[in-house]
Every structure is written in structure tokens, then in C-alpha cells.
């Protein structure tokens, strides 16, 4: 994957406190990261280049630890980490023991306060940020419109025309991408609050609604309905909780948050035998939702928040007349009631699930417990932050039957990318693991191989020949044409020993938009020699997009769920996976690590 930011420092959301939950520690991650801000406060300010290094290199280095940071700083041996000198491993130190460094507080105080935020803005390096403080003054992203609209910026040597639009362009973007969170984030924030709704008395029933129950790849705030007969003593336990940055609105049914980290969360209590048909009404789409009214009033109902009733006016049906002074107890009986199946909540997009619905052809959706094994998935042999037994060892806990190893090839120096003697020399190491027994899990030898500007592959085939499956992907030169950049990756997709292709656009949720691409074209060429495009499930990719993977699915292309992990925490993203996947309406058949250990084998062996 090589995301030079972490999911974390994308997005704060990923880490602190979150309503009531106090932060664990300041672990090997969160220090790198301020050891490279570190540096980049360095730089901004003009320091010697080899001390703005130093503090980069550092940060590789922890992020390349094996061992627990804590231990290591315990026993007094960071300095034995190439990399990190002494005045370093003493701010690591303090970093460990107090999670405080003043020399980094007074650093971030002597730059003007919105410098650094400058640093988000895609294609604005240290630098570019530099040259603009330096030469127009420019300290927060308003000064920085400011100097786009006026010309000023296009002036400035390494810049020109087409920069300053992309800056603009950017800062457009970033606003927009602020207003939402990535739905793994949300969740995780989600979750902590719906339990303990869950033990209050007063609460009869809880469930999150919204585009988070939908499993929206990202969501603009987070929707919680409470069944309950007090919703006033719930209103009241819900605004007082610790975490809350302002309450926005107080209600006896409904009342809105906002957390700390910035996301808003809203609360609707709702009487019991109202909450099937509110659950319903809050978790769709709103083009669902207009069609299910819809057919709801063609049948001489009306249906909304607080239930399914005849019209005013309208003859009751015999069903409705059963039900009267009754609850509706589940979605499945309000939409039996609509001469429906049951739609499940991610399918709930108003993208044919009604019609399927009404045919009784709806897909029998992939779960979580289908995935037999996952692909992609990087060590410390490259950009990944566990070894090989480790993340070994942490799939088999999953109990899968196999995990597919597929670190960075060569030309990925900036993720640490092997040579060709590194990388057969992990491949005879996979292959001793394997027949030593130690795992239940088996360890597929792969490799994430880089589609190069020109479509070729970075390793011959008479080295791809030799590992089990590759993972073809780009991570460098995303700026080519539609045109251009779909002919480089039909002309990898045909390498025969192309398995895979990875994170097919390119894109960073609410960071970096995708590539141009053709992807109807790609898809065609995929099915046609027979290469398998990746659901990568990194909770910033979630790529290819489930818009796409219907039709795709029904022409013949064949997924894999793939964690694009670079920890052994990561490999849990698969769950994020398994989402797009149903949102995306796939079966176990349409994808390939559903299938048992022997089936993958002899699939892979053929291919």
C-alpha cells in the first residue's frame, strides 16, 4: 500500500480519547510520528539538513521495531538501534515514561499555529511550505487562498500556474473531506457508546442507524436509536457523558454531541413499538427510503418514523387490521407487510435491492466468518511493522487456513521495497515455516509488485515464476492520462503471472482523489485474463468501490478480500472488507478467499 501517513496521522479520529475512553499509551507509532514532525519543524525553521535527518531516520526505525518499545527503553538499549543516537533515545525515553517532550511543545510553539496544517494539503512538501512562509508570509491556509486568488503563489520559483490551481483545488477538497469521517473511525467510536446505552435500565433496545449501519464508506456524523419508555433520563445520561465537546441540541426525543474529536453524534429515543419501523426509516438512503414510501402508499399505507398505517382515508387492509395495537417488532415484519424480503442494511442504496426484493433475488450476502484466509499483507521485510511469524501467528488466532505474505518490490524504496536476493531469501523462509508445522495457517510466498510508468513489471518473470501469487499495483507517477494510465495497467493485468490487481484506482479516502481510469476497460481485461482485482479493505481505500462490484461480479470478475496489512492489527481490517463486499451485493462465490486452503492451491497453481 505505501501510504506515507499513517491511517492514524490522516486522521486524529484514529487515535485519543473517545467518550469516556481513556488512551492506553503513547506506543512506537505515536512517537515516530512526532519524531518526524520533529524533523519537519526543523526543516521549517531552517536547521541543519543532517539533524532534520536524523530525526526522520529515527522515526523509520521505530516504526521498524520488533520488539516492545517499553522493554527496549526499560533496559537502556535504544542507542543499540541503528538510527538513533543518543540526544534522540533520551527524548524517546521521555516520550515513554511522561508521553511529553518540551523541546517538542516549544518547537511547535515557534511556528506561527496554522503552519503545519499547511503540510495536509496534498502536494505541498516541507519545502514548498518553507518557500511560502518565506517569501509571501503565508502562515495558515486562508493567507495561502489569499495568495492563490491573487496570483502571488504561481510567481514563486517550483511552483507556477498549474501548482497554484492544485492548491486550490486541495483546499476545496480538504474542506469537504472534513465533514466527514472514515466509517472505521466512526464505528470504533460508535461502539463503546452503544454499549453502554445497551446497560442502561431505562433502555429496552439499541441499534445504530444511518449511513454507518449501511456501512458508507465514510459518514457525515453518527445516528443511534434508543427504545425507551424514559427518554428523559436517557437525554440525560447521553449529554453528560465525559468525551463531549459541546452539546448542539437537547430534547425530550432527540438531542445532538459533538465529541471531543469533532464527530457529531445524534440520539433519537423512540417507544417501543415504534422502533422496527423508525430503525427502518433511519437507516436507509434517502432514494431507498422514497421508494419504499412510495410502494407503501401504492398499497394504501403510509409509512414513516413512527410506524405503518392505512392512509387518511384509505380502507384498512386485513394484515394492517391484525396488527392493530400491535408492534411491529422487526424490519423483517414491516417488510413482509410491503411484499418484500428483507433487505439488509447495506444493499439499502436505492440500486435495484427493491425490485431483487420483490422477485425474492436478493444475493445471499458474504459474512465475516466466510473469509477462510486474506492476500496482501506486509512484514518487516519491507514497510511492515511485524515479522513474518508474527503476523503468522496473529492469523492463525483468526483461525485461517492461510495468509498470503506480499511485501514491496524494489522500486518502492520509499516502503523499503526487496531486491531480488531479499526476496528469495523470504520466500525459502516461508516455505521452511510451512513445513515445520509450527502454524495451522498456511503462508502463501507472494509479492505487492510495482506496475512501472511504462505497464512492465519491476521483476522479471523468471522471478515472479517462482512465488505463489503477485499482486500487481502503482504507487508512484498517478498524474498520466486516462488513456495513458489505462493502457499501463492492462499491460501489467496481461503479464501471465499477474494474480492480482492491487487498490485499482489509487485513491485515500477523504485525502486523495483517484486516478483517471478507465475502469470498465480494466475490468474487461482483468475477466478476460483471468486476474482477480483486490477489494483492498484499508479503511482509507475500500478500493475497488462497491458501486462497481454488482455488474462486475455478474460479467465474471472474481475478488479477494484483501487487509492490506502492515500489522498484525491490521489484519482485522478485512472486516471492513467483508462490508464493501456486501455492499457491493457479492457472494461467497464471487470471491476467492472464501474457498478452503486446498481449493486456493490448486486455484493459484493453475493460474
Known amino acids: 500500500m505505501c501510504v506515507p501517513d499513517s491511517l492514524e496521522a490522516h486522521n486524529s479520529l484514529q487515535r485519543g480519547r473517545t467518550f469516556g475512553m481513556v488512551h492506553k499509551y503513547m506506543d512506537k507509532h505515536d512517537i515516530a510520528h512526532i519524531l518526524d514532525e520533529i524533523g519537519t519543524l526543523l526543516m521549517l525553521q531552517g536547521e541543519n539538513p543532517f539533524k532534520i535527518r536524523a530525526y526522520h531516520n529515527a522515526a523509520r526505525a521505530l516504526e521498524n521495531l520488533e520488539e516492545d518499545l517499553a522493554v527496549v527503553v526499560k533496559e537502556k538499549r535504544l542507542e543499540d538501534i541503528p538510527g538513533i543516537g543518543e540526544k534522540i533515545a533520551l527524548k524517546i525515553t521521555m516520550l515513554v515514561e511522561t508521553e511529553r517532550l518540551p523541546y517538542y511543545e516549544k518547537l511547535k510553539k515557534s511556528m506561527p499555529e496554522g503552519l503545519l496544517a499547511l503540510l495536509n494539503i496534498p502536494g505541498l512538501g516541507g519545502k514548498k511550505v518553507k518557500a511560502l512562509y518565506e517569501k509571501l508570509k503565508i502562515k495558515k491556509v486562508e493567507d495561502l487562498v489569499d495568495a492563490c486568488k491573487k496570483g502571488k503563489v504561481a510567481k514563486l520559483a517550483g511552483f507556477g500556474a498549474k501548482t497554484q490551481e492544485n492548491i486550490l483545488n486541495s483546499i476545496v477538497k480538504i474542506e469537504t473531506y472534513g465533514r466527514r469521517v472514515l466509517w472505521w473511525t466512526a464505528n470504533r467510536i460508535a ?53 463531549i465537546d459541546k452539546v448542539l441540541a437537547k430534547g425530550p426525543t432527540k438531542s445532538s454531541i459533538r465529541l471531543k474529536e469533532g464527530l457529531q453524534v445524534d440520539l433519537r429515543v423512540i ?128 483461525r485461517w487456513q492461510y495468509l498470503g505474505i506480499s511485501d514491496h518490490s524494489k522500486s518502492s524504496f520509499q516502503a523499503n521495497g526487496m531486491d531480488e536476493d ?42 515472479l515464476k517462482k ?117 457491493g451485493w457479492l457472494e461467497r462465490q464471487d470471491i476467492l478467499n472464501t474457498l478452503s486452503l486446498a481449493k486456493v492451491k490448486a486455484y493459484l497453481k493453475i493460474r
Open 271 to 398: 417507544p417501543e413499538n415504534q422502533f422496527a419501523a423508525a430503525l427502518m426509516y433511519f437507516t436507509g438512503s434517502k432514494d431507498h427510503n422514497i421508494k419504499i414510501r412510495g410502494r407503501a402508499n401504492a398499497q394504501g399505507l403510509t409509512l414513516n418514523e413512527y410506524g405503518l398505517e392505512p392512509l387518511t382515508g384509505a380502507r384498512k387492509r386485513k394484515t394492517m387490521t391484525k396488527l392493530t395495537g400491535k408492534k411491529l417488532a422487526t424490519e423483517e415484519a414491516v417488510y413482509k407487510i410491503l411484499g418484500l424480503s428483507y433487505i439488509p442494511p447495506e444493499l439499502r442504496e436505492d440500486m435495484g435491492e427493491i425490485a431483487a426484493a420483490e422477485k425474492g433475488k436478493l444475493p445471499t450476502l458474504v459474512e465475516e466468518k466466510d473469509i477462510k484466509g486474506v492476500f496482501h499483507c506486509h512484514t518487516t521485510e519491507s514497510d511492515g511493522h511485524n515479522t513474518l511469524e508474527e503476523m503468522v501467528a496473529a492469523a492463525q488466532k483468526l
Open 467 to 583: 512465488l505463489d501469487f503477485v499482486i500487481v499495483s502503482i504507487h508512484r507517477s498517478f498524474n498520466l492520462d486516462e488513456k495513458t494510465m489505462t493502457a499501463r495497467i492492462i499491460k501489467a493485468i496481461e503479464n501471465p503471472y499477474a494474480t492480482m490487481l492491487g487498490h485499482l484506482t489509487g485513491r485515500l479516502l477523504l485525502k486523495r482523489e483517484p486516478y483517471p481510469l478507465n475502469i470498465p476497460k480494466v475490468i474487461d481485461a482483468c475477466i478476460a485474463n483471468h486476474t482477480i482485482i483486490e477489494l483492498n479493505a484499508h479503511p482509507m481505500r475500500l478500493d475497488m468501490d462497491w458501486r462497481l462490484w454488482h455488474k462486475a461480479a455478474d460479467k465474471g470478475l472474481k475478488c479477494s478480500i484483501n487487509p492490506d496489512a502492515h500489522s498484525t492489527e491490521d489484519l482485522q481490517y478485512y472486516r471492513a472488507g467483508v462490508n464493501i463486499a456486501r455492499k
Open 191 to 243: 461502539k463503546p457508546i452503544l454499549e453502554q446505552l445497551s446497560k442502561l435500565k431505562e433502555v429496552k433496545q439499541v441499534e445504530i442507524a444511518g449511513s454507518l449501519r449501511r456501512k458508507l464508506e465514510t459518514v457525515g456524523d453518527v445516528d443511534i436509536l434508543v427504545a425507551s419508555s424514559s427518554p428523559s433520563r436517557v437525554m440525560e445520561w447521553f449529554t453528560k457523558q465525559s468525551g
Open 422 to 463: 531479499r526476496l528469495f531469501e523470504q520466500v525459502g523462509s516461508i516455505r521452511k515455516l510451512n513445513k515445520t508445522k509450527k502454524f495451522s495457517t498456511y503462508v502463501f510466498a507472494g509479492l505487492e509488485c510495482d506496475i512501472l510508468t511504462s505497464g512492465k513489471l519491476d521483476f522479471p518473470d523468471s522471478v
